[in-house]
């Protein structure tokens, strides 16, 4: 594509953007072109599309701005059309898509369509279409594992703990996360961090909180019984200590956030030789530590480990069904305050490697706190949240 076409597509890319309610236009009438030409399609999709203009769009604009890297843009569409596979989207159905993303254009730019935005689209729809395509015929690896539920704890009124079996071992590194369906929400998927590192008996388990008006997690935390079968799709995610680096490690984690830092640590433990980690484990209330026992229970027989709980309120809220004496060994060393502010507290720790894990807030507000007192940004890692 030459630069004048590259520059006009940008151009009307960038007007609909722009104009209130456009990429939801845009991706409302993409779909009805999709749909009319394909109506099967309609069935791979979950009830509710309102997120899809967000997502659709923010694809399309990471394609134009790579177009001078094209091999970037290629890999990026291969494997978005790879994850597609989970959908049952097929190779073939791209050529669909290209066609209907052009057709969603011109209808959208209405008196204002001419030839050059045509055959400008025309070339961008080909470009995804044909990568993506290529991406679906490049893996011929199953889409998704298939596991069955064997445990379900409740150990908090909004937060389970669910062991699975798979019926093959899902080949994930500690720290990474997946993409999962549930039976009761059948094609809604949504991102998990599996909380133990993966084994050749395929066991896996995850940390779930019900997040009040969501459609997922409140179906997994309140309906999940022994026996579901659920599907776990390919691993995404990179938060890993790297062990060549030669520093030392800061883990903070809040909520079921500790999900992927426990999968590590669980890892490095079977390991004779570490570098050694704190890991700051926050919550509300004491009673949100859920895991904190079992954490300190590590450190025990791995010095290389420190766990520093902390919480924002010293007592559990009148609330909770348990007398004091539950309180996890160990809380006794439980600082009091906000989880950021306590880390940040100690200093930079500008000498660690640092991952962060919870809600996008939790993280944005540790991250803040941390680069407030001189830590590096480069040092700090979490996921997309
Ligand atoms: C990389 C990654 C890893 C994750 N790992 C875990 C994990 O190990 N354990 C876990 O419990 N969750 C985890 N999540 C969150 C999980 O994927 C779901 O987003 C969450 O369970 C809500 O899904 P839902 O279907 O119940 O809510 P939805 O129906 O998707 O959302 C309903 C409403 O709640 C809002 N909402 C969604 N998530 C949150 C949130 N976290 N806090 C506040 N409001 C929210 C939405 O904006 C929406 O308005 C992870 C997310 C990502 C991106
Ligand atoms: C025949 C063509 C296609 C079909 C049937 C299809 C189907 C789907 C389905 C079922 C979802 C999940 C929706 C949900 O979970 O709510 C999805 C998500 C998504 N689609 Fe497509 N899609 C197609 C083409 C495209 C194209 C051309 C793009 C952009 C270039 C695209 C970008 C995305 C993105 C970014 C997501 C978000 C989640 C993810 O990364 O998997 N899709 N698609």
Redesign the pocket.
């Known amino acids: 594509m030459d630069a004048r076409s590259a520059a006009l597509v940008r151009a009307n890319f960038r007007s609909v953007m722009e104009s209130p309610g456009g990429a939801e236009r845009l991706i409302s009438s993409f779909y009805g072109h999709l749909f009319a030409e394909s109506p099967r399609l309609r069935e791979l999709f979950p009830p509710a599309m309102e997120m899809q203009a967000k997502r659709v769009t923010a694809a399309i604009q990471w394609v134009l701005d790579n177009l001078e890297d094209w091999e970037r843009a290629q890999n990026f569409l291969e494997q978005l059309a790879r994850d597609h596979r989970k959908y049952g989207v097929e190779a073939d159905d791209y050529d669909t898509a290209g066609r209907a993303l052009v057709a969603a254009f011109r209808a959208y730019n209405d008196n204002a369509w001419h030839r050059e935005l045509e055959e400008g689209w025309r070339d961008i729809a080909l470009l995804i279409a044909a990568s993506m395509a290529i991406g679906a015929n490049s893996d011929k690896s199953q889409p998704y594992w298939e596991s069955t539920v064997v445990g379900h704890r409740r150990v908090l009124e909004d937060l389970a703990i669910v062991r699975l079996q798979s019926d093959t071992p899902i080949p994930y590194q500690a720290g990474q996360?997946v993409p999962l369906t549930i039976p009761q929400?059948p094609k809604?998927w949504?991102?998990?961090?599996p909380?133990i590192p993966s084994n050749p008996y395929g066991e896996i388990e995850?940390?779930?909180?019900?997040?009040?008006?969501?459609?997922?997690?409140?179906a997994i935390v309140n309906e999940t019984k022994v026996g579901d079968r659920w599907q776990i799709a390919a691993p995404?995610?990179g938060l890993q200590v790297d062990r060549d680096s030669g520093y030392d490690v800061l883990m903070i984690g809040a909520?079921?956030?500790i999900?992927?830092l426990r999968a590590q640590l669980i890892e490095m433990s079977r390991r004779g030789i570490n570098p050694r980690v704190h890991f700051f484990i926050g919550g509300h209330y004491p009673c949100d530590l859920y895991d904190v026992e079992n954490m300190w229970q590590l450190s025990q027989s791995n010095p290389w480990l420190t766990i520093v709980p902390v919480c924002e309120q010293k007592t559990n809220p009148w609330w909770y069904p348990h007398p004091p004496s539950d309180a996890p060994y160990g809380m006794h060393r439980t600082l009091i305050g906000n989880l950021g502010a306590v880390v940040a507290s100690f200093g930079a720790w500008a000498d660690r490697q640092i991952h962060i894990a919870g809600?996008?807030r939790m993280i944005a507000d540790t991250r803040r706190a941390l680069t407030a007192v001189g830590t590096p940004e480069a040092n700090i890692s979490s996921?997309?949240?």
Not at 190 to 193: A, G, K, L, P, T
């Open positions: 996360y929400r809604m949504r991102y998990f961090s909380a995850f940390h779930v909180r019900k997040i009040r008006g969501g459609w997922v997690s409140p995404l995610g909520g079921t956030g999900a992927p809600s996008a996921d997309p949240v």
